[in-house]
Structures are given as structure tokens and as C-alpha cells.
């Protein structure tokens, strides 16, 4: 597209031209009455001078009639020619130098004024297309610095309103990207047209760009499309509780949906929210879990103190041997008793928000010692023999109680559930990071459905050999606080009838 300038300027140079060239014309028309005019008066003049002189010569008057007619035609021919050539080159130059000049003088007056429109013109183009960065020259000597700072404000104002548009968006977007809940937004079309992170990680959706796409292609769980079915069909808010199953593991969410309405009460589309709660119903049906098995835990023990001492108050302490067995039953369900509820309140202590472990330097190998030492008599019963593959110099960040109740754990678990006459493989080692602690026994090996949950408070693999033992289904749920409580890990590694690892991983000391 030319230019506005380059246009005006040819337009005006066109008129200047038909103008100048009209105008020549006017007068080539004119000028013969002016050269015949002009010729005439010349040719009398030279006339009566050439008539003055003749007189004073020897012609006759014939004679000199014939030369005075005879110079009036030539003079009269070559004075009408001359004229004619000069009067069109005055003319030619005359117009030329005038077109030449007005054309200067426009091209300097164009500059001046169309130059700023032009400009105008371009700053206005630039807004229309979202350039809001553009401003206008303003300048007071054309006229149009009004106009200029009019369009210069409305620039900075648009400006400013795309700068908080923007941020909002963003805010906005990273509301949404960062927020908790799963979001979907739905058009009245059934096309997805907001769709934040969270919602396709909860869903497990992987299709990456599902804007303005059909909900149903998207891959959505049938339970969640019944849902938004739901809600088109009744254009209302509506709340569910949503169970969703997925690979042998169940899902629980909480929906919440409602119709989005635009100007005019028109009814846009739906917006549904949903919220992870799987957490919470594992954590009800964890506490639910816990009151019972508590409740029978303690009531095992408090019903046979009672029942053999109701019977001991019938009488029978006076059989002094009936008397002593009845008090050692007593005394062990006592010491029972009294270990469950050590345990519930170390559970209860370790669980707390905030819990924090005494960290020393602390030698592995010393934690060992003493453990051992503990569980020799453990040893001894069932002739377990031990196997040590032990590094002196692996030092932790750890409370020393606290580690040697974790080995302690572990190492009863272990020779609880192995059988007589086997070997206990025990391990020191450390990697750049964590100083490991292994057990490894050749008991009876926990299967794959059951490691996720030997850490739940009273899951036992054998309940009646740990009964026996006088566990109280607690210990590896201490255990896994106490590792957790040193920002460590634990491992299990298990194989049903050939025996179960565990690994503890404790912070090295840093140097």
C-alpha cells in the first residue's frame, strides 16, 4: 500500500499539471491576436522609416510601391515566425519552472501536515492489530498534537488494560494449573474448554491437549461421565461422591458440578470440581479398623485376668498349684496388657505432628551390640544361628534409643517368624548418603498382596503364631514412624516360605 503522503503529492502534482497545462493552451490561443497586434504595429513603424528614406531617393513612386510591399510581407512573415517560436519556448519554460516550484511548495506543505496524519494513521493501524507499545510523535507545529495526545492516552489506557489482562490470565491460569482440586470446565456443546493439571493426573488422562475436544473422547472414567450426563440433563448444581476402580485399587472422589450462566441468564455450559478423598475414607476406615482392633486387643487379656480371677475368688486359690497357675495366666496377661498399651502410646507419640528424634552421631555396630545382646535368649529357644557381614565405621544421625527400638522390632519379628534351626543374616553398610541397616531371615516370607500393609497398625501375616509370641501387631507400625522421624527409608523384599529382608536406610553423619 503506498503511502498517504506519496498519494496526496501525485494527486496535487496531476492538478498543478492540468492546471498549468489548461492555462497554456488558454494562451496559445490567445496569442495570435496578440502577435498580429504586435507584428502590425512593429511593421508600420518600420514602415514609415523605410518610406522616409525611399522618398529621399531617386525611385519612382511605382517603384517604391513595390519595394514597400514587398518588405511588409517579409518583414510581417519573419516577425510573425520569430514570434510564434519564442513566445511557445517562454511559455514552455514559464510553466515548467511554475509546476516545478508548486510542486517544491506542495511537497513542503504535504510533508508538514499529511506526514503526521500519515503517522496517525499508522499508530491507529498498529492499536487495531494489538500493538499497544506504539506510540504517536507529537507535534505542536502541525496542528495535530491534540489528536496525537488523544491517541497516545488511548495507547498508554489500552496498554494498561492488555498488562492486567494479561496478569489476571496468568493468575488465573496458575490458579487453576496449581490448585488442589481436579477442574473441568464443559461448553454447552459437550466441549472440554478448561481443563487444569490435577484433574488429568487424578484421572490419569493421557492425551495432552484436550481443549475443544469432546468430554467423551477424552478418555473419562464411565462414573465421571455419568455425572456430567447428569448435570446437562438438569442444568442444576449437583454433588456426588464418585468411587473409581483402577488396577485392583478403588478411588474416591468428591464431585461437585454447576451450570455456568453468562449474560442475560444464558446458560453457558457446566463446571465440575472434584476433590481426592481417597485419603480420607483410607483414613475413616483406619481409624474404624483401629478402635476395633484395640478393643479386642485389650479385650482379650482384661477377660482372662478376670475369668481367672473370678474363679480364684470361687475358691480355687485354696489348690495352692491351681493358685499358681492361675497367677502366672494372670501376671503374663498382665505384662500383655501392659506392652499393648507401651505400644499404643509410643504409636500415639511417634504419630504426632511435628515429632522429632534426639539426632547424635551414633555407630551402628554399637546399636547392634546391645540389640543382639537383648535377643540372645530369643536366639537360644529356637537355636537361630546369626550371620554378620558388618562395616565398623558406618556412623548415623540418629537417636540411639530410637534406632535400637527399630532393631529391636525387627530383629524379634524375625526370629518370630523363622523357624527352629535356621540362620539370621544381619548387615552394616553404608552408600554415599545412608547408612543401611539388613536383616535377613529364612522364616515363612510375606506375600505380594501383603507387604503394603505389614506397616497398618495390627496387620499380622500369621496371627496366631504372633499371638502366640505375645506381639501386639504394632511394631512395624512404630518402625515406619521412627525411620520416617530420621528422614530415612525402610525396604521389604519377601518371598513366601523362603524368608523376608528388610532394609533401613539412616542418614550418614555429614563430615
Known sequence: MKRFQSKLLRTYSIIIGLILASLGLVLGQLYPVF??????????????????????????????????????????YQEIENGQHS????????????????????????????????????????LARGNYRIRAFEDDFSGMSTLSNSINILARNLHDISVMRETEKERLKTLIENM????????????????NRSFMDQLQISIENVDGKLFRKIGLPDQVEAFIDKLFLTESSYRE????????????????????IGEHGRWLGIVVVMHDITELIKLEQVRKDFVANVSHELKTPVTSIKGFSETLLYGAYKNEETLISFLEIIHKESNRLQMLITDLLDLSKV????????????????????????????????????????EDSVKVLGDSNRLMQI??????????????????HISIFKNEKYGIFRIQDEGIGISKEEISRIFERF??????RSRNSGGTGLGLAIVKHLVEAHHGLIEVDSEVGKGTCFTVYIPLVKS
Open 35 to 76: 502577435v498580429n497586434y504586435s507584428t502590425v504595429t512593429l511593421i508600420d513603424s518600420k514602415m514609415e522609416q523605410i518610406s522616409t528614406y525611399l522618398v529621399e531617393t531617386e525611385l519612382s513612386k511605382e517603384e517604391q510601391a513595390n519595394v514597400k510591399q514587398l518588405l511588409n510581407s517579409t518583414l510581417q
Open 241 to 260: 461422591q464418585i468411587q473409581i476402580k483402577r488396577n485392583l485399587h478403588t478411588y474416591y472422589k468428591d464431585a461437585y458440578g454447576a451450570p455456568v
Open 351 to 390: 504419630e504426632q505432628v511435628g515429632y522429632e528424634v534426639n539426632l547424635q552421631k551414633v555407630k551402628l555396630n554399637d546399636v547392634l551390640n546391645r540389640c543382639i545382646d537383648m535377643s540372645t535368649h530369643l536366639l537360644e529357644e529356637k537355636e537361630i544361628e546369626l550371620a554378620f557381614s558388618v
Open 180 to 195: 488442589g482440586s481436579a477442574l473441568i470446565m464443559i461448553d454447552r456443546n459437550g466441549l472440554v474448554t478448561i481443563i
Open 459 to 464: 496387620y499380622r501375616v500369621d496371627r496366631a
Open 87 to 126: 513566445l511557445w519556448l517562454f511559455l514552455f519554460f514559464v510553466l515548467l519552472i511554475t509546476f516545478l516550484v508548486a510542486l517544491f511548495l506542495g511537497s513542503n506543505i504535504f510533508k508538514k501536515y499529511a506526514q503526521p496524519i500519515e503517522h496517525l494513521t499508522e499508530t491507529a493501524m498498529e
Open 407 to 424: 532393631m529391636m522390632n525387627l530383629v524379634t519379628n524375625a526370629i518370630t517368624y523363622s523357624s527352629d534351626h535356621t540362620t539370621l
